[in-house]
């Protein structure tokens, strides 16, 4: 064997590329995965359902009606898509953003309401629904994913499990470890990297050296996937291969989805101490709704008032979640008490008899 | 019935309890092939194959983090950290997820897991091979930690933490794994989680300790008792959620206390105890509650450790200077 | 001088000790372009250049262990960790790692940080944005943990913090950052390490406190006082080591204690300082010490939260029982 | 732009494989680094006393005149040469097993023997000798050597920062965090993972699931490499030329040097238990002590009376710094107060004064 060259990052970006079949005008770049017309619309549909979902929560959180909340502006595509192409028996591990993709598997509107409303309801999926809780302490929530699905495949399950995380979280050790058991032990799990450009103030390039996020694939042996995550064909045609790999008990995929936050961090974030008004500009012309829409018309599957009316229902979806949410009652004040073990301890029984709450301010 | 160490014990616990139920299964560092460093698991993985008995990369956050995901998929995962030394990089996973997971679901999801993890010093380690971190597991909501001091103990605390439907810390201290060899049933028999055994009987001054000491406070009772000082001493098993009754019941009949352990005496799990007296019981108590504890340094390397962990002359000590205060 | 929020006071502390000494680095989450999620370090990246105000990559561990690194060749890092909870996935750094540099080399290198870390709850923050771990940092030798009340306190705490050869813990009550304003020195002055204050002088009771309870312990002082009370409070300011000979000198003179904190109760803070008493002062202790605290679970959702965190009326209910019994 | 083809650990392992200029026989397979002779015959005499050291250590383990001990043997040539290549005014962060690499920073081979033997100045290097103390925990002394390399660029020194870890330690997450900021930070530090072929019983195939552990770099665009750990010329060039970038300012370099474990984990270990017979017999032929004296015969450098002089040379050696360590008084029982903060707080005077020593068992 002879000296080999020491391999540059400059490989690597060779190597990965964002994988795009509709571009920023919503002219197809390349042979589309055979979809039905019905499901692109309801694409198309569900992600307007995201983004006024957004809107409402934005002007909800500045009226002080929520608490601090987390937009998803932007990122529809990735959520709604990866979403649908998961069953519903199979499993979802969302972050704090994810409010589109767990939507669509099953969450009620009326619940990621009361999730940033601070109610310990928004926090739990109705029993039916296969979403796990989402854990705030950034990926904290990978390991368990990895967990569940090597789990189902030792259960001998022939399911897929799909976990979320943005550009950020691929910096935490946990996120590591997770990536290294979920090849060693090739659990049944696509992992989708939402690139959205920023950790709160943090941009993508000083995150990390690497030239994609895809190649931290690599580190693990797991089969990796960069893709235009504005785009919903190229978006269908990745995700819906990995999680079939995974499936047939082929491994784990790491998907990097490259995608973009328009809004703020949360709405306690200003953007404009870091971000420049240009590069939003430039970024909105990238707008997954704008693109799915466009390419809808160039079908001859949406006109104009049709999709007047997408947006009409779902601000009316949007209105009576919401009148929902508040109509939910609080919770017990002493709630807390009685979800920390199975059976209150003796220190936790004496305590919850001599709790007093306190009065409103 | 064999009489068994209580690394044995352990041993036998694991595989009957993998026995009675298809979803325990066993993973960490070096536990099937080699059977893990102290041989705890040795024999599993022939038993019961490498879908249960795993073998995994050396990352801590990554074997609790991945049994916090198993656990919530309805397997019963009993994970080994090599050293208590090496929860550090899983505290995180531990106090953050694994004791939270209900708490964050409101009880739609829960978390049993077993996390078995050997501690304590005097075995001639290197550095962080002999913490003792009960303390802050003990103020961490939402897990449980358990040490045993016998080998009968061992298997019956063990079975209860894998029956229980929360995430249970299983310390193993190191110095009692093959020092001691007792009966232990075979099949399974379970030791209540959350209830303190009087291990020896006494009325002039009851000694608190659990786990790695309790041999030690057993010997120096018997050493007061040829002094005429009559020593009760409570084994605590379970030191969260501690039994508090227990303790108290005994205080009120000695009105005198020394608590043992060999973690570092500052907001150690000895402070806990002292400061349940402090509030329960002060009209009882007739000497300071006094704490035989290691001092407040890091553990120190094995050239000194004997001068660390509290010995049977220090209980002793600090139960003559109880009495006669 | 300026009357300055405990936020801005923090902000000039950084930038007193950024400009008299060139070894100081900030570094963390958004602290540079942003000034930080609170503003603590406004203004410092302009000031001071990119090499000395760093935006690091979302690591809490990579954060303190590279901060180690530069600490042991000669700089006096600053890190930002931007909650308390997030503290976790970087315990093993800061105890296992920072708090040993010291004792594993037997002095030859050292470990001066300054981790600042705001803590506390009742600012309607999610989970894990409200934890009080000072606790598990004073089980923990080898590093300090100190926490201001004031914002005079706080410059004059971290620039003893910033000067201290060692590893230091500044905890950061979030609640207190924009709720009080006071006059705070311009340059550069330091409040010494290891030294209880009493804040306010009595002679029934003593409340011991520190950090995020102590504006809440004076109000409950000041209502006791209306009913003829007369209430010492003690802010610890530095957590740990503990001055136990201010909190004695108290209790001797007052033979009554109460100790708030919102960390869970038990093995908590509190726990050490009723054990103190109970060791040193149990023949002038005339009532149970009693401990006013976090309930023992999690930190709650916001909805809740008010009634989780000791609040005046509970405070005051336990000076009543204390003075009663 | 066209969907590409996801990316495979085969691809990898087409980019990655080991440097090697000296193979198994003590022949060259190419070019030469220019070495002086006089080097050569160092370094082997320096691989000879890592040897002899090891033996004798483990010899007195048996005796039980030394407490844990993990040899080296398989792994000078890495060790030695790398160490070799590093500036005495430059920095090591070595790990438990790296014996000889800090025999030739400068650490006395008596201060070697009273590190297993428990001794607290055996954690302690000269204070002219820049060696880090040794973390018992694996990967956490990884983000100090980043961090100090770190300020030493933020000083405007042109000094290149060396660490070493083993194959196991890249599956924690500090392995990870230390990287990543290695690579956004670009600062001048060399990296080389001992990849012995074993984490105590793990084998390096499960801890892992990629190809190469060379290829984690990418994850961080981290110039990468692997090196045949026991060939001596191309550890020298691949060191070499990568503290040289470091010193340059061209950042970070990350080495998989491939070598070999030919004892047990430490002398607590039985490997037995878990690798085979014929495993360790081939490998034995790959031994770099082997290797290196078959060169420097071919080159002329060395006759069978030098080696065996070397051997005794080194034996003697050996055995005078034991006899120096086995003089060193024990340390004061106390002194493990002195060295928690720079001055004792009330707390640690109170229990200092208070210490009794226990007698010896
Ligand atoms: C362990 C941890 N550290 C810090 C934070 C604070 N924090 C919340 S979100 C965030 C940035 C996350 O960035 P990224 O992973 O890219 O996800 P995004 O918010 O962009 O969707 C930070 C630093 C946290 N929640 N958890
Ligand atoms: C955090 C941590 N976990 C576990 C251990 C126990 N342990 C000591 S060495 C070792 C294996 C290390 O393997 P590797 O990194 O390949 O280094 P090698 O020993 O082969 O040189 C383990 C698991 C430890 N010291 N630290
Ligand atoms: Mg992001
Ligand atoms: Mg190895």
Known sequence: ?361 | MAKLTMVQAINQGLKVAMESNPDVVVLGEDVGRDGGVFRATEGLLDLFGNERVVDTPLSESGILGTSIGMAVYGLRPVPEIQFMGFLYPAFDQLVSQAARIRTRSTSRFTCPITLRVPYGGNVKSPELHSDSLESLIAHSPGVKIVTPSNPYDAKGLLLAAISDPDPVVFAEPLRLYRSIREEVPEGWYQIELGKAKVAREGSDVTVISWGSLLPTCLRAAELANEEGTSVEVIDLRTVSPIDAETILRSVVKTHRAVVVHEAPKSAGLGAEVAAILAEEAILDLEAPVSRVTGYDTPFPLPVVERSYVPSDRRVLEAIRACIKF
């Open chain 1, 1 to 361: 064997m002879v000296a080999k060259s020491r391999s540059t990052t400059k490989d690597a970006s060779a190597r990965y590329s964002p994988v795009q079949i509709l571009n920023s005008e919503g002219e197809l770049t390349g042979p589309s995965p055979v979809i039905k017309d019905e499901q692109l619309v309801r694409t198309l549909k569900l992600m307007i359902i995201g983004r006024s979902f957004d809107q409402r929560a934005l002007s909800l959180q500045r009226q002080g009606r929520i608490g601090t909340y987390a937009p998803i502006s932007g990122q529809e595509a990735v959520q709604v898509v990866s979403s649908l192409c998961l069953s519903d028996d199979e499993w979802m591990f969302p972050t704090y953003r994810d409010y589109a993709a767990m939507y669509v598997h099953g969450m009620p509107l009326r619940d990621l309401f009361l999730y940033p409303m601070g109610h310990p309801q928004g926090g739990r999926a109705p029993e039916s629904v296969n979403i796990y809780a989402i854990s705030i302490s950034i990926a904290t929530h990978l390991p368990h994913a990895v967990g569940a699905a090597w789990a189902s495949k030792i259960k001998g399950e022939k399911k897929a499990f799909m976990t979320y995380h943005g550009d950020g979280a691929t910096s935490e050790g946990d996120f590591h470890e997770a990536m290294n058991f979920a090849g060693v032990f090739q659990v049944p799990l696509v992992t989708i990297c939402e690139n959205n450009g920023w950790a709160i103030s943090l941009p993508r390039e000083r995150q990390t050296h690497s030239e994609t996020i895809a190649q931290k694939g690599e580190a693990y042996g797991v089969a990796a996937v960069m893709v235009d995550g504005n785009d919903i064909l190229a978006l269908y045609k990745v995700i819906s291969e990995s999680l079939d790999r995974a499936r047939a008990g082929d491994g784990p995929t790491f998907i990097e989805a490259v995608t973009y936050r328009l809004g703020p961090h949360t709405t306690a974030d200003d953007p404009g101490r870091y971000r420049s008004q240009e590069e939003l500009e430039e970024m909105k012309l990238k707008d997954p709704l704008v693109r799915t829409a466009k390419y809808l018309r160039g079908l001859g599957l949406l006109s104009e008032s049709e999709e007047a009316e997408m947006w009409e229902e779902a601000k009316s979806l949007v209105g009576d979640a919401l009148k929902e949410a508040e109509s939910i009652a609080p919770p017990n004040p002493d709630f807390f008490f009685d979800h920390v073990y199975a059976e209150l301890t003796p220190n936790l029984l004496k305590q919850r008899r001599e709790f007093v709450p306190e009065e409103a301010e």
